[in-house]
Structures are given as C-alpha cells and as structure tokens.
C-alpha cells in the first residue's frame, strides 16, 4: 500500500505524532 500524506506535513510538525499516524496506518492495513 501507499500512503500519501501530499502536502500535510508542515516543518514544525510532531515527530512522534507522524509515528502513531504510521503505525496507525500499518494496523489498517495489515494482511
């Protein structure tokens, strides 16, 4: 799968926020 967060990641953006979105992500589409 792809996930394509575009634009919406500004520079001052959370780090860990970005990690739980990505984990996140990896649990709905897990096989």
């Not at 792809?2 to 709905?28: C, K, S, W």
Request: glycine share 6%.
């Amino acid at each position: 799968h792809i996930f394509n967060l575009g634009h919406g990641v500004m520079p001052n953006m959370d780090p860990d926020a970005l990690t739980r979105l990505v984990e996140y992500v990896h649990t709905q589409t897990a096989r």
